[in-house]
């Protein structure tokens, strides 16, 4: 088991799925069935669940992730915000595939309102990465307060 020192709190984490299995009981947002979130205490999780895909962002799950975002900077109780990749990968990115490549073409910036609420959130922000972090997942790296990742 791992185990790293954070001021006085210390985080364990002997694999990275753990408690985030199928089971974990989430809300979809409006916009997508792939973003889910729950509150399980004081923090707030919202997670990429596509992952027969590689949890590939399309379209409406940046809508779902902006969603969600905004809902866990309001939340007067939420004092932490995780993102998790479901399935052995945080994100490969854009899903340019053929259903998703021309809705891509008309809003190239689609990923802005995402991103928007990220940079504004106002709680500390983990990001969870278990497996690849491509693209917007490793864009999205860099704007989040720690990222712990496994040696996978």
Not at 16 to 25: C, E, I, Q, V
Not at 39 to 45: A, L, S
Not at 94 to 106: H, I, L, S
């Amino acid at each position: 088991m791992n185990s790293s020192s954070y001021g006085t709190r210390t985080l364990f984490h002997s694999n990275l799925s753990f408690p985030f299995s199928r089971s974990f009981a989430t809300q979809s947002t409006k916009a997508a069935q792939e973003i889910k979130y729950e509150k399980k205490g004081n923090i707030f999780y919202i997670l990429f669940d596509r992952p027969h895909k590689k949890n590939a962002m399309t379209v409406e799950m940046y809508e779902g992730l902006a969603e969600a975002t905004q809902k866990a900077s309001q939340d007067k109780d939420t004092i932490l915000t995780v993102f998790k990749g479901i399935g052995g990968s945080f994100s490969s990115g854009n899903d340019f595939g053929p259903d998703n490549f021309e809705k891509f073409r008309k809003n190239p910036t689609n990923w802005k309102p995402f991103i928007d609420e990220l940079i504004k959130h106002e709680k500390p922000v983990i990001a969870l990465v278990d497996g690849a972090a491509i693209g917007i997942g490793c864009t999205m790296l860099g704007l989040c307060d720690h990222v712990i990742a496994s040696d996978v």
